[in-house]
Structures are given as C-alpha cells and as structure tokens.
C-alpha cells in the first residue's frame, strides 16, 4: 500500500494532467485548431506525445514480466522502429501532410471507393476502444494493491480524467500532456532501474553475470522456423507493426500533421523510433534484474513480481512518481483521433457535409465522450469476461494490418481500381479469419495456421497487397481483349 507521500505525489500528477487540458481549452478551440492544432506545434513535443503512446500499461508492466520469466525475445519487436520511421518520413508523412486532410483514410475513398474509407475507420475506432479498454483494465489491476483503490473506481477514474482534459484542450492536450507523461515515465523508470541495481546482490555486474550464464539476455532463436517466435518473426512483426503505427494509424498520423512543418515532422517520428527502443530496452534489463533479486522466491504471476517491487521496496514518495510513471503509460489518449475520425469520416461524409464550426464543435465534444465512455466500458466489462474480449482485442489490432495492405497498394500503384481493393480485402480478410481460428476457438489440426501468430498482420497485409496487384494486373490484361472485341 502506498504511503501518504506516494498519494499525494499520485494525485499531483493526476491533476496536472487536467490541468493541461483546461488550460489549452479555456479559450474555446475551432474545429482545426481542436484536430490539428493549425499545424503549429514543434517536433520535439509531437515527437514525445508519439513516444508516450509507445509505451503503455502492457509495456511498462507485462516487458518487465517477460523478461523475468523468460529472456529478452520480445524486446527485438523494439530493433524495428528506426527502419519503419525512415519509411514513413520518406513516403507516408509526405503523403499525409501534402494531401491538406486530417483524416488518415479521406485518401482511400480517393482511390477506392466510399466503402475503403469506412472500412479503414471501422478499423481503428473498434482496434482504439478495445486497446484502450485494456490498457485501462491492466492499470487498475497493477495499481489496485499499491494503492489500495478498488479496480472499478480505478478504471472509472482514470477514464474520466483522460477524457475531460481530451475534451477540454482538443489535440493540443493530448501532445503537451503526452510531454508531462513521456517526462514522468521516463523518470520512473531510471529510479527503477537505480533501485533494482542498487538492491541486487552484485548490482549490475550480479545482473549482467547471471543473466548471461541463464540466458536471460537471449533475443531468441536465429533459425527460420516460422512456427516460433524466432529473432526473424518476432523482427518482421515488429517492422509491420510499427509501419501500421507510422502509416496508417490516425492517432500517430494526426499528431505529426500538427507540426508547424515537414521537418519538424520527420523530427517528431525520429524522435520516437529512437526513444523507444532504448527505453524498452530498460524495461527487460529490470525484468532480468527482477530475476536476480528474487530468484524463485516469491509466489506470483511474472506480471505482478515489478508492481510487488514497487511497493515494497522502493522508499516512500519514490514509489508514488513510479505509480505515477504507471499511470503516465496508460493515460495517453486517442479520444480525440477517434472523435476525429467520427466528424470527419461519418458526420461530416455521410449526414452534414457543410456543418458549421459550431455544429463541428458540438460532434466533436460529444464524439470524444462517447468513445470515453466506451471505452471505459470495455475495461469494466473485462473484470468479468476478460479471455473474451481479449480476443476481440487481438482480432481488432490484427485486422489493422489489412488497412496497410490497402494503403500500399493504392500507393504503389495507379491502376488498382475500386474492383481489385474489395477482392483483395476480401481474400485478406478471410485469410486473417482462418489465421487467427485458433486464438478464438478449439479447431481439428487440419485446419491450424502452422505460422505463429506474430505472422498474422504480416501475411494479411501482404495477402491484401499481393492480391490486389495480381487483380490489377489481370484487369490490365483482360480490359484491351474486351475492347478489341468491341471494337
């Protein structure tokens, strides 16, 4: 249980992030100013706001986890980030900033028809509330024992606060407070990582030498097993991850379209792939640390051995600014992308394609505390079917992969029309389904993906990619026969 200094430093933080969103939205806010921030923020504070939202709850308690249990296999996922930000500066962050839109998935109906860009925004809002619902849900249930609150106010709590300072401040607040939170996450952090070295018998030479010998430093096998998470998968997941998280997720694209320029832009996702490798990196280096201080000692779940630490042995107050780096990693907030989103791709394109800035105010407000609201929902509905929805969950995020596929193909080539992106959807889709049966249900052998599911947003993006081109291509070759014949 956290002291009363822990508390105090707690709640100080959680009332300096409202604070940030009541002051940016004390003096109203119009409807670009609210979705973009009329593109005049610095790289440097978008570029931490990105990083912010790189490392959330499942990173900051389940990596320590990871490595304290196993070895340092997943941190590999982290090794991509730089090559996916030199893609995405030299072609998405362009295309993006030059197009004039706020929305990432405006451009498909461009390319495809109406039915891609409602597809792109169904994507994300479903992938955004149940992503957020659970980063909520493993908040409450990491800060429940520090600090004695029970998990349904926790999570009640905490949602409320995420959409009252989105609400108030618009993406203004969401970047300058992703800086307070990129701030305290980082600080809390390095005081643990101090404390597991300064407490370790041997300190750091203890960790590095008995990791080592354990083999707690592995990042895995190097074999081409496709059916394992081996250094290539996990390295291959992590770069169409982060390519999705770059390329075509709207909470990532709309923070750098605020930059007040092109260059400050490529700062801010620079900024983030260098950030968060070496800041995962901590992480895992505390989990094997972790392992060396407690060795097989203590009688608890791999997830709750760094939350056991921090309430036992960190020293009063200390504790309170690494719950609240906790805190920190679970309060960033895509509200206001889905709100976004919401106007933009539904109101604005299908019911009031010329509301006034008043009546946009109005969507938006409501949009923002309509997708808090549920998602809030999500956690709490998880205290009871948790396995469940952690399934809709990992459904959700893998069909973002296929947006990918789509954006790829209306990138790389001009000729695939309307027909060839709904069959490759199609095929994409159903390949996914059946790659991800098993996570959903028992299914005969026969029917099993073989490939790990790592692999699944990777063959589902270049399913729908591959499939649209050979359609292009058989469009290409059928079309002047048809017209000869005409002829």
Not at 104 to 120: D, I, K, N, Q, V
């Amino acid at each position: 249980m956290l002291s009363a200094p822990d508390l105090t430093v707690l709640v100080a933080y959680l009332v300096a992030v409202v604070g940030i969103g009541l002051w940016f939205g004390r003096r109203g806010s119009s409807p670009n100013e609210y979705m973009a921030a009329n593109r005049t923020l610095p790289g440097w504070a978008v570029g931490l706001s990105m990083f912010g939202s790189y490392v959330s709850s499942i990173s900051f308690l389940a990596n320590p986890g990871k490595a304290y249990a196993h070895n340092w296999n997943p941190f590999v996922f982290s090794i991509a980030t730089p090559i996916a930000a030199a893609v995405a500066i030299r072609w998405f962050m362009p295309f993006y900033r030059h197009s004039g839109e706020i929305s990432a998935y405006e451009h498909l109906e461009h390319r495809f028809g109406p039915w891609a860009r409602t597809y792109a925004v169904v994507c994300f809002l479903l992938y955004q509330m149940a992503r957020m619902g659970t980063v909520i849900y493993l908040l409450a249930l990491a800060a429940g024992p520090l600090t004695g609150w029970p998990v349904e106010a926790t999570i009640v709590v905490t949602g409320a606060l995420m959409t009252i300072y989105t609400l108030a401040g618009g993406i203004k607040a969401v970047v300058w407070t992703g800086v307070l939170q990129s701030a305290v996450l980082v600080a809390g952090t390095l005081l643990c990582l101090a404390a597991i070295v300064l407490k370790a018998p041997g300190g750091i030479r203890e960790i590095i030498q008995v990791g080592a010998t354990d083999g707690k430093f592995s990042l895995g096998s190097f074999g081409p097993s496709l059916a394992t998470s081996t250094f290539w998968v996990v390295f291959v997941f992590g770069l169409f991850t982060h390519l999705t998280n770059f390329g075509v997720d709207q909470s990532y694209v709309q923070r750098y379209i605020t930059a007040r320029n092109d260059r400050e832009a490529a700062k801010s996702i620079w900024i983030t792939a260098w950030l968060y490798p070496p800041v995962a990196a901590v992480f895992f280096f505390i989990g094997t640390g972790l392992y060396v201080f407690y060795g097989d000692r203590l009688d608890l779940s791999p997830d709750k051995v760094f939350p056991h630490f921090i309430a036992t042995e960190l020293p009063a107050g200390l504790a309170g600014l690494v719950v609240a780096a906790i805190f920190a990693a679970s309060m960033d907030s895509n509200l206001n992308s889905m709100a976004t989103l919401t106007y933009c791709d539904v109101y604005q394109r299908y019911l009031r394609p010329g509301a006034g800035p008043r009546e946009a105010m109005w969507v938006l407000y409501s949009s923002t505390a309509f997708w808090g609201v549920a998602s809030v929902a999500v956690a709490l509905a998880m205290i009871q079917v948790g396995t469940v929805l952690d399934a809709w969950w990992n459904l959700a995020g893998i069909f973002s992969g296929g947006v990918l596929g789509l954006f790829l193909l209306g990138l790389v080539t001009r000729r695939a029309d309307n027909v060839a992106g709904a069959i490759a959807v199609v095929v994409g889709a159903l390949v996914i389904f059946w790659m991800t049966l098993p996570q959903l249900m028992d299914v005969p052998p026969w029917l099993r993906n073989p490939l790990h599911a790592y692999l699944t947003i990777v063959v589902g993006t270049l399913t729908i990619f591959l499939v649209g081109l050979g359609v292009t291509r058989i469009h290409s070759l059928v079309r002047p026969t048809a017209d000869a014949e005409r002829v």
